[in-house]
C-alpha cells in the first residue's frame, strides 16, 4: 500500500485541468500539493482563493514539491516530456488524451513507466462509462456471433465558424477534430477490435477551421474482412455536445451503444446472456452505471481518475484499464489516418480528387 | 416556494436516458411556441413556477410573460445559471479568459467595464463573478425570479476546486441586487451542505437528485435521508424518476414519506403527465408529511414568498 495521502499536482489548468483537478481534488485518499500552468490568469485566481500552491514552471514544481503523481492535462505536444520528466522522478502519470502523437516516443514512454512500475493511464474516459463497457462485456462473451463491421461515430458543436485562438486550432499542438473528437471513437475501436491492419479512404476536412481539420472520415480494415468505419464531425451545431456512439454489427445481433444507453437486438440463435431476450434489449444509464464518490459532469470522470488513485494504493501497475500502451495503439491509428488522408484518393488521371483549397482573390 | 416546480430539460433535448428521446423533444420544441403551450398547460393546472437554464430561448419565453403582464402576473421564474455548454464550447475555441470576456457585457455601462476590467487585472473574482450573474439575468427583466440557482456543474466544480468564496459572492449578489432567494444545485448533496455553511451561506436552498434508486445522489441515498432529517437547508427534490427509471408513483410515494423536502422539479411535455404528476404529489406528499418550517406546505401547490 502507498502511504495516504496520495500527494498529486495537476499540471495545464485548461478545461480538462480544471475538471480533473476539481475530481481529484475532492478525492478523499489524495492531497493536491500543487497545480501548474505556464498561462497565469487561472492559476492566480486558483492561487488566491483555493490556497492551493501554484507553478508556472513544470521542474520547478517537480524538484521542490514531493509528489506521488502527476495529473497532465497540457496541450497534446507537451505530454511526451512532461510524462517522461515525471516518470524520471519516479511519479505515477495520468494524462490527458491524445497520448503523444509519436509513435517512438509513445513507445519509450510505456517501456519506461513499465520498467520503473509505475500506474500509467490516459484520459479516453469512455471506457468508463457503463454502456460502453457493457457493449465490451457482450463482445468478450461472443453474444452477436461473428462481428462483421463495426462503426463509431462522434459528433458535437465546437468549431461553428471561421476562427479561433487556442491551441485545439493549431496542427503541431495536436489541435483539430482528429485528436480532440476522432480519437475517443477510435479509442473504443481499438478496446473492441484492437489495430487494424490498414486504413483507407481517409478524409481530414476543414468545414470552418483554417488550419485543421473539423470532420473526419475513414475505413478501418481488419483481419478475415472484418471493417469499421469512423465519422466524426465537431461542427455539428445539431448536437448540443459531444455525442459519442458505437455500432456493432454481427452475424447473430447487432449492438448500439452511446453514453446513455445500450440497445441490443439479438437474433433467435444467438447465446442470451443473463436478464437478455430475443429481439431488442435496452439498457439505460441508470442500469448501467456505478455510483461515484463525487460527480462533476459525468460518472466517468470521476471513476477513471478513483481508478487511477485505486491503482496507486494497490501499486497495481500492470494492465490498468487505459495504460499508455492501449494509448500509444490509438495513437498508431490517428497516424495512420493522417498518412492516409495526405496520400488522397486514386484516381485514373492521377490528379488529386479536388485541388487543394486556396483563397479566392477578386478574380480568382 | 411551491411544493411543485416546473423544469425544463426536456425543451433542450436533454434526457438523461435516451438521446433518440432528446433529439425527438428538440424537434417537438423547437418553435418556442411549443415551450409556452406547455408551460400554460402548467400554469392554468397551479404550477407557476419554471426552473429554468438561462438558455438563450429562455428569453423568448420571458418577453412573451412580460408582453402578457395580466395573465402572468403571478407568473415566477427560477433562473438556474448560467447555461454550461455555451461556456465550455466558448472555453475550447476561445481559452478560458477569452471565454470569459465574450460573455461580458460588451458596451454601455462604465460600471460594468469598471468591474470587469479591474476584476480581470486583480484576480478578483467578485467583480468577474457578479457581471456573468447580471448578464445571465438580463433577460429576466420585469419579471418574478424569487430564487436564483447556480447550476450544478458549476456548483460542484468550484466544490471540488474549493472555491468557497465564490457561493458568497453569488448568495450577496443575487440577494442585494435582485432580493431573490440564492440557491444551489449539487449532484454531492452531503459534501455541498459543509461548505456552504462555512461560506456563510445560512439555510440555503439546495437542489439535488432525490430518488429512491438513488441515481446520482453522491454519498448514498441514506447519508441523503440523514441530512434531510437534520434540516438545516431547503430542500428541493429533482430527478425523482431518475430519468424514469422509477414509475411515478413509487417515486412520489417515496419521496412523500421523506422529512423536509420542501419542493420537487420535475418536467413533463404533455397535459396528461402534467396532471397525473401534479395529482399524485398532492395525494401522496400530503401537507402533513412536512416537517420543515416555513416550507409553504400547507397550502396544496401554490403559495406566497419565495
Given amino acids: ?364 | 416556494m411551491d411544493r411543485l416546480l416546473f423544469g425544463d430539460n426536456q425543451f433542450f433535448g436533454i434526457n438523461h436516458m435516451s438521446e433518440e428521446k432528446a433529439r425527438a423533444q428538440s424537434m417537438r420544441f423547437q418553435e418556442i411556441s411549443a415551450v409556452i403551450d406547455v408551460l400554460d398547460c402548467a400554469f392554468d393546472q397551479g404550477i407557476r413556477t419554471f426552473m429554468c437554464t438561462t438558455h438563450d430561448r429562455i428569453a423568448q419565453v420571458a418577453d412573451h410573460m412580460r408582453a402578457n403582464p395580466s395573465r402572468y402576473a403571478s407568473y415566477q421564474f427560477y433562473p438556474c445559471m448560467p447555461y454550461a455548454h455555451k461556456y465550455a464550447n466558448a472555453v475550447t475555441e476561445d481559452g478560458m479568459v477569452g471565454a470569459i470576456r465574450r460573455f461580458l457585457p460588451s458596451e454601455g455601462l462604465l460600471n460594468a467595464a469598471l468591474r470587469g476590467g479591474k476584476s480581470l487585472a486583480t484576480k478578483d473574482i467578485e467583480g468577474i463573478t457578479t457581471l456573468l450573474i447580471d448578464s445571465e439575468m438580463k433577460m429576466f427583466e420585469g419579471l418574478n425570479t424569487p430564487v436564483v440557482f447556480l447550476q450544478n456543474v458549476v456548483v460542484d466544480l468550484l466544490l471540488g476546486l474549493g472555491f468557497k468564496d465564490a457561493f458568497r459572492v453569488f448568495a450577496q449578489h443575487v440577494r442585494k441586487r435582485y432580493g431573490a432567494e440564492p440557491g444551489f444545485i449539487t449532484m454531492n448533496l452531503p459534501a455541498l451542505l459543509p461548505v456552504l455553511r462555512e461560506a456563510g451561506v445560512e439555510n440555503p436552498i439546495v437542489c439535488s437528485n432525490i430518488n429512491k434508486i438513488g441515481f446520482r445522489m453522491c454519498g448514498g441515498v441514506d447519508e441523503y435521508e440523514r441530512l434531510l432529517r437534520g434540516g438545516g437547508f431547503r430542500a428541493v427534490a429533482m430527478s425523482v424518476f431518475a430519468s424514469g427509471a422509477i414509475p411515478a408513483e413509487e417515486a412520489i410515494r417515496w419521496l412523500g414519506q421523506l422529512p423536509n423536502v420542501e419542493a420537487m422539479v420535475f418536467g413533463a411535455s404533455s397535459a396528461s403527465n402534467i396532471r397525473s404528476t401534479r395529482e399524485l404529489v398532492e395525494r401522496l406528499m400530503p401537507a402533513a408529511a412536512s416537517q420543515g418550517a416555513g416550507s409553504g406546505f400547507q397550502q396544496p401547490l401554490v403559495s406566497v414568498g419565495g
Fill in chain 1, 1 to 364: 500500500m502507498t502511504t495516504l495521502p496520495i500527494r498529486v499536482a495537476v499540471v495545464g489548468l485548461g478545461k480538462m485541468g480544471l475538471s480533473h483537478l476539481a475530481i481529484i481534488n475532492a478525492h478523499p485518499d489524495v492531497r493536491v500539493c500543487a497545480i501548474c500552468d505556464a498561462s497565469g490568469y487561472v492559476l492566480d485566481v486558483l492561487g488566491k482563493y483555493t490556497g492551493l500552491k501554484t507553478y508556472t514552471n513544470y521542474q520547478s514544481m517537480l524538484a521542490e514539491v514531493e509528489l506521488d503523481a502527476v495529473v497532465i492535462a497540457t496541450p497534446t505536444s507537451l505530454h511526451a516530456t512532461m510524462v517522461r520528466q515525471a516518470l524520471e522522478r519516479g511519479l505515477h502519470v495520468f494524462c490527458e488524451k491524445p497520448f503523444c502523437l509519436d509513435g517512438d516516443e509513445g513507445e519509450a514512454l510505456v517501456q519506461m513507466a513499465a520498467q520503473n512500475g509505475l500506474v500509467n493511464q490516459v484520459g479516453y474516459h469512455n471506457r468508463f462509462v457503463g454502456a460502453f463497457q457493457e457493449v465490451q462485456r457482450l463482445l468478450a462473451q461472443g453474444v452477436i456471433g461473428e462481428v462483421t463491421h463495426v462503426k463509431v461515430e462522434a459528433y458535437g458543436p465546437v468549431v461553428l465558424k471561421g476562427k479561433g485562438g487556442t491551441w485545439r486550432a493549431e496542427h503541431g499542438k495536436g489541435g483539430g477534430c482528429l485528436y480532440d473528437y476522432a480519437a475517443h471513437p477510435l479509442n473504443l475501436l481499438t478496446w473492441y477490435l484492437g489495430t487494424p491492419q490498414g486504413v483507407g479512404g481517409t478524409i481530414l476536412n476543414p468545414v470552418f477551421s483554417e488550419h485543421v481539420d473539423d470532420e473526419v472520415y475513414s475505413t478501418l480494415y481488419y483481419p478475415d474482412g472484418v471493417s469499421a468505419q469512423l465519422s466524426v464531425s465537431w461542427s455539428d451545431e445539431s448536437f448540443r455536445k459531444m455525442s459519442t456512439s458505437v455500432t456493432v454489427l454481427g452475424k447473430l445481433g447487432r449492438i448500439r451503444a452511446d453514453r446513455q444507453e445500450c440497445q441490443v437486438f439479438l437474433r433467435n440463435n444467438a447465446v442470451l446472456p443473463e436478464g437478455y431476450t430475443q429481439g431488442w434489449n435496452i439498457r439505460y444509464t441508470t442500469d448501467l452505471t456505478l455510483p461515484v464518490w463525487f460527480y462533476v459532469r459525468g460518472e466517468e470522470y470521476s471513476a477513471q481518475i478513483d481508478y487511477f488513485v485505486a491503482k496507486i494504493k494497490m501499486q497495481a501497475a500492470a494492465d490498468n484499464v487505459n495504460d499508455f500502451a492501449s494509448a500509444l495503439a490509438t495513437d498508431k491509428v490517428l497516424a495512420m489516418l493522417v498518412a492516409d488522408a495526405a496520400k488522397g484518393a486514386s484516381t485514373t488521371s492521377g490528379a488529386p480528387v479536388t485541388a487543394p483549397k486556396k483563397k479566392r482573390f477578386i478574380f480568382g
